[in-house]
């Protein structure tokens, strides 16, 4: 059976399609995908871009892979010498060109043995131009936003045309481009004539064919008619397939993944210092060893430092094993005050390359004016800071950001057959007036006496609909009558979903059986996205406290590892995941601190399993 290469269409970076051949690869071995990547000479994200059901951290043994046989000579059109400046990444040059680090690497082989450092001349490949027939690709596409990379001869009336925007407007986009040279990249921005059929630029997905065997096997997987096709694709009609035409298909959503690992980028060989600064307490038990193991297991506070303190120490016990070196230094703040400021005293904190903790909001803003003139990074492990300043990472998610999540979800699958209601005790005001304004044909339920009356509900239900309730409270009893009230709906034939914004109040307290018949959907800060091999016999290690602990403390070391400055990080372009929590730290400029924005959303399936639900990348 041929094989259709499913590819996306990014709205800010085209897909430029190349000329290729592809083949298939049967991974055997405990291969990773930098492996076979490097085996066929290709990027990680070729191999990623053509298995959509592949990510960096899938267990590839016993999967067919599909490996596109890039041709350099038909790609590469010439190299560009370049001067490595000071604080400068191979991160940060292979952004500036529009390039991967890999392909850096290849064409730079001296970067296979040894870092990167000021003053080395790097070879960047220049990308050749794509044909008449690509560049016709491109313009008839839906992307609003990209960057075009300047070819020799090319005026910028050839440009503007071919993209369907005027000379004026093209400069207006770039005014520092009086003169265009070969290599410059410029601007482009559009607006996206709308389509006779009812699909957006979101709702479509870009299918590559070659053959017209692979359109009628694409009409029948995707159960596609001739009509849909024609409308969606003119040129389709004319019946001329070249190896690179691109089908527009009707699609729910297009997702991409975003996760970065950062140990691709790891550019530092030096050893690090490391400070982590919580509340042991063990001074409580310094007279007691008959006592202490008991002691410290009723001690909650001294508990939940304990397993940040394990997690952080398994988790610079991995960092070593990738070559990473840390010396991580542990201070009992004692949940003291005056401890801290000893602590303070005796120790320069600004010699370290990042401080972990504390947890307490008092100690927190101690550190937080001790480190306030220095830049090294403050990452606050459990809790977020009561005041702000640059160098300080909230490394858990607001409620906002997870509130955000929820409007998001919704806008990127809402419908005319999804009836929206709002449930809510009108404690949360801020989302109840951002669910609005999003949503403002939303109808909101309000509870008499701040409780839930079943009539209230029936009153806003509708049969021929898929009922949608968002529901935002921290009371116990409200939740539970609202699950119950919508199984007793759902039990007379209608058909409705739970969302809510967070899922402290529902957690362990209803029978996943309940929520998955409701479809039940929420956001939260931490979710097992890993299968971790960690001694059972070991009850620390089932802590969410010590895998809270080596998840931030594994993040600091690989940004510290990979950038010149920890702060830089804010502006990679995705997120970084471990075991239960994933970082995307934006530095907020209102407010002068970096949070970090990263949640999860998911989703109670009918066999009772949990799924990620990825939104698309808008």
Same mark, same amino acid.
């Given at each position: 059976?041929?094989?259709?290469?499913?590819?996306?269409?990014?709205?800010?970076?085209?897909?430029?399609?190349?000329?290729?051949?592809?083949?298939?690869?049967?991974?055997?071995?405990?291969?990773?995908?930098?492996?076979?990547?490097?085996?066929?000479?290709?990027?990680?994200?070729?191999?990623?871009?053509?298995?959509?059901?592949?990510?960096?951290?899938?267990?590839?043994?016993?999967?067919?892979?599909?490996?596109?046989?890039?041709?350099?000579?038909?790609?590469?059109?010439?190299?560009?010498?370049?001067? /490595?400046? #000071?604080? +400068? $990444?191979? !991160?940060? =040059? &292979? *952004?500036?060109?529009?390039?991967? @680090? %890999?392909?850096?690497?290849?064409?730079?082989?001296?970067?296979?043995?040894?870092?990167?450092?000021?003053?080395?001349?790097?070879?960047?490949?220049?990308?050749?131009?794509?044909?008449?027939?690509?560049?016709?690709?491109?313009?008839?596409?839906?992307?609003?936003?990209?960057?075009?990379? /300047?070819? #020799?001869? +090319? $005026?910028? !009336?050839? =440009? &503007? *045309?071919?993209?369907?925007?005027? @000379? %004026?407007?093209?400069?207006?986009?770039?005014?520092?481009?009086?003169?265009?040279?070969?290599?410059?990249?410029?601007?482009?921005?559009?607006?996206?004539?709308?389509?006779?059929?009812?699909?957006?630029?979101?709702?479509?997905?870009?299918?590559?064919?070659?053959?017209?065997?692979?359109?009628?096997?694409?009409?029948?997987?995707?159960?596609?008619?001739?009509?849909?096709?024609?409308?969606?694709?003119?040129?389709?009609?004319?019946?001329?397939?070249?190896?690179?035409?691109?089908?527009?298909?009707?699609?729910?959503?297009?997702?991409?993944?975003?996760?970065?690992?950062?140990?691709?980028?790891?550019?530092?060989?030096?050893?690090?210092?490391?400070?982590?600064?919580?509340?042991?307490?063990?001074?409580?038990?310094?007279?007691?060893?008959?006592?202490?193991?008991?002691?410290?297991?009723?001690?909650?506070?001294?508990?939940?430092?304990?397993?940040?303190?394990?997690?952080?120490?398994?988790?610079?016990?991995?960092?070593?094993?990738?070559?990473?070196?840390?010396?991580?230094?542990?201070?009992?703040?004692?949940?003291?005050?005056?401890?801290?400021?000893?602590?303070?005293?005796?120790?320069?904190?600004?010699?370290?390359?990042?401080?972990?903790?504390?947890?307490?909001?008092?100690?927190?803003?101690?550190?937080?004016?001790?480190?306030?003139?220095?830049?090294?990074?403050?990452?606050?492990?459990?809790?977020?800071?009561?005041?702000?300043?640059?160098?300080?990472?909230?490394?858990?998610?607001?409620?906002?950001?997870?509130?955000?999540?929820?409007?998001?979800?919704?806008?990127?699958?809402?419908?005319?057959?999804?009836?929206?209601?709002?449930?809510?005790?009108?404690?949360?005001?801020?989302?109840?007036?951002?669910?609005?304004?999003?949503?403002?044909?939303?109808?909101?339920?309000?509870?008499?006496?701040?409780?839930?009356?079943?009539?209230?509900?029936?009153?806003?239900?509708?049969?021929?609909?898929?009922?949608?309730?968002?529901?935002?409270?921290?009371?116990?009893?409200?939740?539970?009558?609202?699950?119950?009230?919508?199984?007793?709906?759902?039990?007379?034939?209608?058909?409705?979903?739970?969302?809510?914004?967070?899922?402290?109040?529902?957690?362990?307290?209803?029978?996943?059986?309940?929520?998955?018949?409701?479809?039940?959907?929420?956001?939260?800060?931490?979710?097992?996205?890993?299968?971790?091999?960690?001694?059972?016999?070991?009850?620390?290690?089932?802590?969410?406290?010590?895998?809270?602990?080596?998840?931030?403390?594994?993040?600091?070391?690989?940004?510290?590892?990979?950038?010149?400055?920890?702060?830089?990080?804010?502006?990679?372009?995705?997120?970084?995941?471990?075991?239960?929590?994933?970082?995307?730290?934006?530095?907020?400029?209102?407010?002068?601190?970096?949070?970090?924005?990263?949640?999860?959303?998911?989703?109670?399936?009918?066999?009772?399993?949990?799924?990620?639900?990825?939104?698309?990348?808008?």
């Amino acid at each position: 059976m041929k094989k259709i290469i499913l590819t996306v269409l990014f709205f800010v970076f085209p897909l430029v399609l190349f000329s290729q051949n592809f083949t298939t690869y049967n991974v055997e071995s405990e291969e990773d995908l930098e492996k076979i990547a490097q085996k066929f000479e290709v990027e990680t994200t070729d191999i990623l871009n053509y298995n959509p059901d592949v990510s960096r951290y899938t267990n590839l043994k016993g999967k067919t892979l599909v490996i596109p046989l890039l041709k350099s000579s038909e790609q590469v059109k010439k190299f560009k010498s370049y001067n /490595v400046s #000071p604080k +400068e $990444t191979l !991160y940060s =040059i &292979a *952004k500036q060109f529009q390039v991967e @680090v %890999e392909t850096i690497i290849r064409y730079n082989s001296f970067l296979k043995s040894r870092t990167l450092d000021v003053n080395d001349v790097l070879q960047i490949p220049i990308l050749k131009q794509p044909t008449n027939s690509e560049n016709q690709s491109i313009k008839n596409s839906t992307f609003s936003s990209l960057k075009h990379l /300047v070819q #020799p001869k +090319e $005026t910028k !009336y050839g =440009i &503007a *045309k071919t993209y369907g925007i005027t @000379v %004026e407007k093209l400069e207006q986009l770039n005014p520092d481009k009086d003169v265009l040279q070969p290599g410059d990249y410029v601007v482009i921005k559009r607006e996206i004539e709308q389509n006779s059929v009812t699909q957006t630029p979101n709702d479509l997905s870009y299918v590559k064919v070659q053959t017209e065997d692979d359109v009628n096997l694409l009409k029948k997987q995707f159960k596609l008619s001739e009509e849909v096709l024609k409308q969606l694709n003119p040129a389709y009609q004319y019946g001329n397939f070249s190896s690179d035409f691109v089908l527009k298909i009707p699609k729910k959503n297009v997702t991409v993944d975003k996760r970065i690992n950062l140990v691709e980028y790891i550019k530092k060989a030096q050893p690090q210092r490391i400070a982590l600064t919580l509340p042991f307490n063990l001074h409580k038990f310094a007279y007691d060893s008959i006592k202490k193991p008991k002691a410290l297991l009723e001690e909650r506070i001294t508990r939940i430092s304990l397993d940040l303190f394990e997690g952080a120490r398994a988790a610079v016990d991995s960092a070593k094993k990738i070559g990473v070196f840390v010396n991580l230094e542990a201070f009992d703040t004692a949940m003291s005050q005056d401890t801290l400021n000893e602590i303070l005293e005796k120790n320069n904190f600004s010699s370290f390359d990042a401080v972990v903790g504390p947890v307490l909001a008092n100690n927190i803003e101690i550190m937080v004016n001790e480190l306030r003139q220095d830049s090294v990074p403050l990452v606050l492990p459990i809790t977020n800071s009561p005041i702000n300043t640059k160098q300080v990472f909230n490394s858990v998610p607001l409620d906002r950001f997870k509130e955000e999540l929820i409007i998001t979800y919704i806008n990127q699958n809402m419908n005319d057959s999804i009836k929206l209601s709002f449930l809510s005790d009108s404690l949360n005001l801020n989302f109840k007036q951002k669910f609005s304004y999003s949503f403002p044909e939303a109808a909101h339920v309000e509870m008499t006496e701040s409780y839930l009356q079943f009539e209230e509900l029936k009153q806003v239900i509708k049969q021929d609909k898929i009922n949608w309730f968002v529901l935002d409270t921290k009371d116990l009893g409200i939740a539970e009558a609202t699950v119950n009230y919508l199984e007793a709906l759902r039990k007379e034939g209608f058909k409705v979903k739970l969302i809510m914004p967070s899922n402290t109040v529902l957690a362990d307290e209803i029978s996943n059986f309940y929520l998955a018949r409701l479809d039940y959907l929420y956001a939260t800060t931490s979710f097992d996205v890993s299968n971790y091999n960690l001694d059972s016999s070991n009850e620390a290690y089932h802590s969410k406290y010590f895998l809270r602990g080596f998840d931030v403390m594994l993040d600091v070391i690989l940004r510290i590892a990979s950038t010149d400055n920890f702060i830089e990080t804010t502006e990679l372009d995705g997120f970084t995941e471990y075991f239960q929590n994933k970082f995307q730290y934006e530095y907020d400029a209102f407010e002068n601190v970096n949070y970090n924005t990263a949640a999860y959303l998911i989703e109670y399936q009918k066999d009772l399993t949990l799924k990620v639900i990825q939104l698309s990348d808008d």
